[in-house]
């Protein structure tokens, strides 16, 4: 896949960096620096993640008021290429 | 409990079907070092491990090989797409045709079906991260020999990202047994398993 810097990428890139320092953290808890930067990734997720859903549809059911919404949001299995 | 996202942790989209990768792929589904053993052996192991950050360590590390499971199966779902019967014979995907169709179904490469007996639960912190960390090598091995056989970039880049995520489940729970012996007697960590020889808060 073409490397885009687009919303979609920006979002899984975010969220996979919050994903990973998270698992550090389980066995680094007292690492203030790698607790920081979480910190700053996790705000650049609440500034992204209402775009995100805008534009991709729920990506959690919590996100989605509406059944047909969640429905609708293509699965992550589907393949996208074109759509992004 | 779990809450499902609608999403990946990295793209998949595969344009070129081709049920022979399908095949050789889908053994990190269900076969003896796969993403399905590696998510059972962590999340049944958190149980019994007697500190809450080894018990959030196997819960985070078998959480997201649940997410890999998901992966695998898209992959093979995307390169299992209008096959004709003559692409199916000549990638010798037959056999598997045959019993599943284009159903993603874990099994190994060699069609043997999943089995619990690929993995251990021991009730003894030492002897799981042990396996753990044997689980780790042995799949990064596995997505290795897979890297060796396939050429589609498509592809590629998918296996390389869960190879390297192998390689950071290994130091996490190299780390974690680290953590775990500093808190045994230091001169005998097997002397006793906290939670069954000595039942005392350890957290």
């Known amino acids: 896949m073409s490397v885009q ?20 953290l389980d066995t680094h808890p007292d690492d203030a620096a790698a607790q920081a930067l979480l910190e700053k990734y996790r705000a650049q997720y609440e500034e992204i993640s209402q775009a995100y859903v805008e534009k991709y549809g729920p990506y959690t059911s919590a996100d989605s008021p509406k059944a047909a919404a969640w429905l609708k949001a293509p699965w992550p299995w589907d393949n996208t290429r074109g759509n992004c | 409990m779990w809450q499902y996202q609608k999403t ?24 003896p070092d796969g993403e399905l053993g590696a998510s059972l052996r962590y999340l049944n192991q958190r149980f019994s491990a007697p500190y809450a950050d080894i018990q959030g360590l196997l819960t985070d590390i078998g959480t997201e090989e649940l997410a890999h499971m998901e992966m695998i199966g898209t992959i093979m779902h995307q390169l299992t797409k209008n096959l004709s019967a003559e692409e199916i014979k000549r990638a010798g995907f037959e056999g598997y045709f045959v019993d599943h169709t284009n ?25 799981d991260l042990t396996e753990d960390l044997a689980a780790e090598q042995k799949a990064r091995t596995t997505y290795d020999n897979i890297l060796r056989l396939i050429d589609d970039p498509d592809i590629t880049g998918i296996i390389r990202f869960l190879r390297e995520r192998e390689i950071v489940h290994f130091q996490r729970f190299g780390e974690a047994l680290q953590l775990v012996t500093d808190r045994l007697n230091d001169k005998n960590f097997y002397a006793f398993t906290p939670g069954v020889d000595r039942p005392v808060d350890l957290r």
């Open chain 1, 5 to 24: 810097d687009d919303l979609k990428t920006r979002f899984m890139a975010i969220r996979f960096s919050i994903w990973d320092l998270h698992l550090y």
């Open chain 2, 8 to 31: 990946l942790q990295y793209p998949i989209n595969i344009q070129t079907s081709n049920p022979l990768y399908a095949k050789i792929i889908s053994s990190q589904l269900g076969g």
């Open chain 2, 103 to 127: 159903g993603v179904y874990p099994a190994s490469a060699a069609g043997v079906p999943f089995t619990a007996a690929y993995l251990q639960s021991k009730g003894d912190i030492i002897t």
